[in-house]
């Protein structure tokens, strides 16, 4: 089966640094990706990795490592407009751009 | 460039009856992805589709088709509705190509169906 597991809340406060971890045992795995989503809005990208290691892209770096299952979504310099609903998906098949998403962590950042 | 577009934005109707959703994919994307999104399921995948070929399926029963076009434009219908379609529908599309930049997809603002 498929699984995609991540926690359902956090929260932290402006200015601090969050860690939003994904587990996930899937059948066959071309990649991961993390989307955010704010509120009544689509998900938009944030990041994707295919390959182990980190990926730095302004305030958010995403790392995989393929061998664990495993990835984590780092924020940095928390602002109030970063609180949302973070979902890691994981792309399965070669052929094809579906994603199997987990049902998203829901950060709350405070003043 | 403009977005991803789906019509309509809210529909309301009623046990056993159907509907049809419909997807504009961004213009050159040629893969268009469905999804259910529920607050107790999160984002469950649906179908894709690909030069008018469905490329892959998820695990929802047969009242959920859909099919698309040679513009790359994506309709979904759901038949015979029940209580527990009610949802947010949304459609993702993207250039299906090679690289971070061919598979990444992006989202619609979806429809929300409320089945009474």
């Known amino acids: 089966g498929q699984n995609i597991d991540q926690p359902t809340e956090m929260t932290a406060t402006e200015g601090a640094i969050v860690q939003i971890n994904c587990t996930y045992q899937?059948?066959?795995?071309?990649?991961l990706f993390w989307y955010q989503q704010h509120a009544g809005e689509a998900p938009t990208f944030l990041s994707y990795?295919?390959?182990?290691g980190l990926e730095e892209k302004g305030r958010f770096s995403s790392f995989l490592s393929r061998s664990k299952g495993y990835s984590y979504l780092l924020l940095k310099e928390l602002q109030m407009k970063d609180s949302a609903s973070y979902l890691c998906?994981?792309?399965?098949?070669?052929?094809?751009?579906?994603?199997?998403f987990g049902k998203g962590t829901t950060l709350s950042v405070s003043s | 460039k403009a977005g991803v577009t789906q019509t309509p934005r809210y529909l309301i109707k009623t046990r056993g009856q159907q509907v049809t959703l419909s997807c504009s994919p961004i213009?050159?994307?040629?893969?268009v992805s469905w999804y259910q999104q529920t607050p107790g399921q999160g984002l469950q995948f649906l179908f894709e589709?690909?030069?008018?070929?469905?490329?892959n399926k998820g695990n929802f029963p047969g009242r959920f088709s859909g099919r698309q076009f040679s513009n790359s434009r994506s309709e979904m219908n759901v038949s015979t509705l029940e209580l527990g379609d009610s949802a947010l529908y949304l459609c993702?599309?993207?250039?299906?190509?090679?690289?971070?930049?061919?598979?990444?997809?992006?989202f619609g603002p979806g429809t929300r169906l409320t089945v009474l």
């Open positions: 998906a994981v792309r399965r098949n070669q052929a094809g751009t579906a994603l199997i």
């Open positions: 990795n295919v390959l182990d």
């Open positions: 993702a599309s993207s250039l299906a190509g090679g690289g971070a930049s061919g598979v990444q997809q992006f």
């Open positions: 899937t059948s066959g795995f071309n990649g």
């Open positions: 213009s050159g994307h040629r893969s």
């Open positions: 589709y690909f030069s008018e070929t469905q490329r």
